[in-house]
């Protein structure tokens, strides 16, 4: 592992978020605080730092949950170094409504959180579909909550009734589906249908068996053996349908359909060649 570091910035409407992809072996952080949380994996080899009067290493599988205002500093626990991929959440992005939480332990290890949180911080830096990178971020944040802050496991708020549920579900597929090119964001389809996010998330899946972003990834494909049979290009479906690129269709396409939206094209233009 070589001295490597990029910091990324994506914005939900309301808050900015910060994130940090890094490795090393020789830096050291000096005896720092943050004004936001860090939520942070390691990825590779292993961290130590002194926290709370305590010296805490974090290896790979960990999840390392640092509050606002808390002094610690930084190095490589072995010769090797580590990497680690860092969230740097505000209070208000982290807890969005909900009552603020304490963290027991800021070290825990916790696969599935460990996964949600990576996964989110991965498709956040990749800036290839944001409504799917937001709404892992909000699955993301409510496991650790509920995992491992200091309030008990909660419902999420209350439910809505199933006419209403229904309604608002059909409202959000209505948005989705005005222009396939431009997804909105995770906070404007919940604000749309007067919910909370996590909320949302949840009450769009319970009813459709997808999150959202998944549902118009869906939607695209179907669109986009529409366009290929009327003979349109790969490149020019991509764009129509609202893939980032042409690789970007032909990943989710064979995902869905087993063949490349090329073969499939040349496949039903070839039968509508064929002589009667």
């Given at each position: 592992?070589?001295e490597?570091?990029?910091?990324?910035?994506?914005?939900?409407?309301?808050?900015?978020?910060?994130?940090l992809?890094?490795?090393?072996?020789?830096?050291r952080?000096?005896?720092?605080?943050?004004?936001?949380y860090a939520?942070?994996?390691?990825t590779?080899?292993?961290?130590?730092?002194?926290?709370?009067?305590?010296?805490?290493?974090?290896?790979?599988g960990?999840?390392?949950?640092?509050?606002?205002?808390?002094?610690?500093?930084?190095?490589?626990?072995?010769?090797?170094?580590?990497?680690?991929?860092?969230?740097y959440?505000?209070?208000?992005?982290?807890?969005?409504?909900?009552?603020?939480?304490?963290?027991?332990?800021?070290?825990?290890t916790?696969?599935r959180?460990?996964?949600?949180?990576?996964?989110?911080?991965?498709?956040?830096?990749?800036?290839?579909?944001?409504?799917?990178?937001?709404?892992?971020?909000?699955?993301?944040?409510?496991?650790?909550?509920?995992?491992?802050?200091?309030?008990?496991?909660?419902?999420?708020?209350?439910?809505?009734s199933?006419?209403?549920?229904?309604?608002k579900?059909?409202?959000?597929?209505?948005?989705?589906?005005?222009?396939?090119r431009c997804?909105?964001?995770?906070?404007?389809?919940?604000?749309g249908?007067?919910?909370s996010?996590?909320?949302?998330?949840?009450?769009?899946?319970?009813?459709?068996?997808?999150?959202?972003?998944?549902?118009?990834?869906?939607?695209?494909?179907?669109?986009a053996?529409?366009?290929?049979?009327?003979?349109?290009?790969?490149?020019?479906?991509?764009?129509?349908?609202?893939?980032?690129?042409?690789?970007h269709?032909?990943?989710?396409?064979?995902?869905?359909?087993?063949?490349?939206p090329?073969?499939?094209?040349?496949?039903?233009?070839?039968?509508?060649?064929?002589?009667?």
């Open positions: 592992m070589g490597t570091a990029a910091w990324t910035r994506v914005d939900d409407g309301r808050h900015a978020l910060d994130l992809t890094a490795s090393y072996r020789r830096h952080f000096t005896r720092h605080s943050h004004a936001t939520i942070g994996v390691v590779c080899g292993e961290e130590e730092f002194h926290y709370r009067g305590e010296l805490r290493r974090a290896g790979v960990s999840l390392a949950i640092l509050e606002p205002g808390e002094p610690h500093d930084g190095q490589a626990a072995r010769p090797d170094g580590w990497a680690y991929r860092v969230l959440p505000s209070e208000g992005m982290l807890f969005d409504g909900r009552e603020r939480a304490g963290f027991r332990e800021p070290i825990v916790d696969p959180s460990v996964h949600l949180v990576r996964a989110a911080h991965e498709e956040l830096t990749a800036g290839v579909d944001p409504l799917a990178a937001h709404s892992r971020l909000v699955w993301a944040f409510e496991a650790v909550i509920q995992r491992h802050g200091d309030l008990r496991p909660s419902p999420g708020g209350p439910r809505a199933d006419a209403a549920a229904t309604r579900v059909a409202e959000i597929r209505d948005r989705l589906l005005a222009d396939l997804a909105p964001s995770l906070r404007e389809l919940a604000a249908v007067e919910l996010p996590f909320h949302m998330l949840r009450v769009f899946r319970e009813a459709t068996g997808f999150p959202p972003h998944a549902w118009l990834v869906l939607e695209r494909v179907c669109h053996r529409h366009l290929l049979a009327a003979g349109r290009s790969p490149a020019e479906v991509a764009g129509a349908t609202g893939f980032a690129d042409q690789a269709l032909t990943r989710w396409f064979k995902r869905v359909t087993g063949v490349t090329a073969a499939f094209r040349n496949s039903v233009q070839d039968a509508a060649r064929q002589p009667a």
